[in-house]
């Protein structure tokens, strides 16, 4: 069986979405198991080492599809011929903050990104996960005028996750038989899921869950606060993540690779096109 080759950046190879995502991007669960995978991973300078200490990780793990790994503090070597970007690293958000309260520090971050993004394969996609997530690949976007707005795009797809549990423990089914949940808006407390059209077992979602009261007041802001209320629980022995987002956006990464997911409906946020 021949095999196919994909080269991808991560930005905050060492901090923990990137510790728990790398492992399974050379596994063979979102690229396929006859892809082989090479590793761009960017960090800080004062994270190289503990960059170091994840790369003999995944060495001593011996993927089979993982072939070379390159670690470096240059944005301009990190994308250099990627096929995708994973814009995961950025200031994280600690209790109190929203994000907001991000933007000045990262702002300047992706600006950065962006202009090396240009360094990047002609079929590079980049997905964007450092918060506040639409706001920084907006400003990765703009700074990389070579690259199509649609090759960008920013995670939604764990505000998603967190709307279909919220459904399934209120109609007491499995996760499984919820589908068609769509999130509008940002990646914030201002978004809105939307139940209306979601489905609880083929059926239409307000049909099976009677109290729509619930619907319209605690779904809509248990979704919406769902990440500062994990960082609030959570705090002080975790900080700066939620343990939900990797496997989101593995979720993420792997319906845009194979155009499929384990629901028929993915929640990607992406720029539309203004022509």
């Known amino acids: 069986m021949s095999q196919k080759k994909v080269k991808v950046a991560v ?4 901090g923990h979405i990137g510790y728990t995502l790398l ?6 669960e979102i690229f396929g198991k006859d892809t082989i ?3 761009h991973l960017l960090e800080i300078t004062p994270a190289l080492k503990a960059l170091e ?22 944005p301009n070597v990190a994308f250099d011929g990627v096929n995708w970007a994973l814009l995961v690293g950025s200031r994280p958000r600690s209790k109190g903050m929203e994000r907001g309260d991000l933007i000045r520090v ?20 980049v997905a964007v996960i450092g918060n506040p997530a639409n706001t920084n690949c907006l400003i990765a976007m703009n700074n990389a005028p070579d690259i199509p707005n649609d090759r960008f795009s920013a995670l939604t797809r764990l505000d998603q ?3 279909v549990s919220q459904l399934a423990q209120k109609a007491g089914v499995p996760n499984s038989e919820v589908s068609n949940v769509t999130i509008w808006g940002n990646h914030s407390a201002t978004q809105y899921p939307d139940a209306e059209n979601a489905k609880i077992g083929g059926k239409p979602a307000m049909d099976v869950i009677t109290d729509h009261e619930w619907v319209r007041n ?58």
């Open 106 to 125: 990262n702002g300047p971050i992706f600006v950065g990104q962006g202009q090396a993004l240009q360094k990047a394969a002609s079929d590079v996609r």
């Open 161 to 163: 996750n967190r709307a």
């Open 23 to 28: 492992p399974r991007l050379v596994s063979g």
């Open 218 to 275: 605690d779904f809509l802001t248990t979704v919406q606060k769902r990440g500062a209320a994990i960082i609030a629980a959570l705090y002080p022995l975790l900080t700066n993540i939620e343990p939900s987002i990797p496997p989101s956006f593995f979720c993420r990464v792997r319906a845009s690779w194979i155009w499929v997911c384990d629901t028929k409906l993915a929640s990607i946020k992406r720029c539309p096109s203004l022509a």
């Open 53 to 74: 200490g994840v790369v003999m990780e995944l060495n001593d793990c011996v993927f089979s599809l993982l072939c070379n790994i390159v670690i470096t503090d240059d």
């Open 37 to 39: 995978v090479d590793l």
């Open 11 to 14: 930005t905050g190879g060492a």
